[in-house]
């Protein structure tokens, strides 16, 4: 089955780079037919950002800063002006002090912890309040999670907490929007060689550890948390909400190592 998202119109948060998981959900959505808009934070992000944009024929980009509600509150109101309407958002935005994904975590600060629960997750419930407001007929909001919301996985720290509060968030926000057709869910990669994924101490042994044990000894691909992303924002999603799709070679179903790897 082919899925189509023609005549739907979203809007894509989070865009590093071309390895960006982000990316991947965009060019995932615009093979389906989908017209985008992009949001960046700053101008170094915006001419990376740019010619990507344009790459897809997407004409609107907004510079937001999701810690600022007034900065929200145009790059809102420029897209309804534009639009009128949003059928879907993509949430990829998170935030820690790369200094304190090291170490032990009962050193968080309480300054990284306050900035990482506020980007990283308080950032998805505004979003999805002002996005709601385009959304007459129903819409889909997605956002990107990982494992080590509730697997303690080494180097991920305060993030573990942050994405444990994205995912709870998740589900009360798929519960408040349900009545208004809006579907809200996540997506949960295995580890990613992205910029993101870069700052997390010991990236490369994680990556290669979660290949050779996954039960489809490979790790996620851009292509398949985009294909993932398309079906839950399309009309074959239809019926699916609060929840947390994992993509990441099945390695989440693992009690331990395959044997060839335990030591």
């Known amino acids: 089955m082919t899925i189509s998202m023609h005549g739907k119109r979203g809007l894509i948060m989070g865009v590093a780079n071309e390895r960006s998981i982000a990316w991947g959900i965009a060019k995932a959505m615009h093979d389906a037919g989908a017209e985008l808009a992009f949001s960046y934070q700053g101008d170094a992000?915006?001419?990376?950002?740019?010619?990507?944009?344009?790459?897809?024929?997407?004409?609107?980009?907004?510079d937001v800063d999701v810690t600022d509600d007034d900065s929200m509150d145009a790059a809102f109101a420029l897209i309804k002006e534009s639009w009128g309407t949003l059928d879907f958002v993509v949430h990829a935005i998170a935030f820690s002090d790369k200094s304190e994904l090291t170490g032990r975590f009962i050193n968080?600060?309480?300054?990284?912890?306050?900035?990482?629960?506020?980007?990283?997750?308080?950032?998805?419930?505004?979003?999805?309040?002002?996005?709601?407001?385009?959304?007459?007929?129903?819409?889909s909001l997605l956002t990107l999670t990982y494992q080590g919301s509730n697997r303690v996985t080494p180097f991920y720290n305060v993030m573990g907490v942050a994405k444990a509060a994205l995912e709870s968030a998740t589900r009360y926000l798929a519960n408040d929007l349900g009545p208004q057709g809006i579907r809200v869910n996540a997506i949960s990669p295995g580890p990613m060689k992205?910029?993101?994924?870069?700052?997390?101490?010991?990236?490369?042994?994680?990556?290669?550890?979660t290949e050779e044990n996954a039960p489809m000894r490979a790790n996620a691909t851009l292509e398949a948390v985009g294909g993932t992303a398309v079906y839950l924002a399309s009309d074959a999603?239809?019926?699916?909400?609060?929840?947390?799709?994992?993509?990441?070679?099945?390695?989440?179903?693992?009690?331990?190592?395959?044997?060839d790897h335990l030591v």
């Open 45 to 62: 992000f915006g001419k990376r950002l740019e010619p990507l944009a344009q790459s897809l024929g997407a004409n609107m980009m907004v």
């Open 108 to 139: 968080t600060s309480r300054e990284n912890f306050k900035n990482s629960l506020s980007i990283s997750c308080y950032s998805f419930i505004d979003v999805a309040n002002r996005a709601a407001q385009l959304m007459p007929d129903g819409g």
């Open 194 to 209: 992205t910029l993101a994924g870069a700052a997390i101490g010991g990236a490369r042994r994680t990556y290669r550890h």
């Open 237 to 259: 999603g239809a019926c699916t909400t609060g929840e947390i799709i994992r993509v990441d070679g099945g390695f989440h179903v693992l009690g331990m190592p395959q044997l």
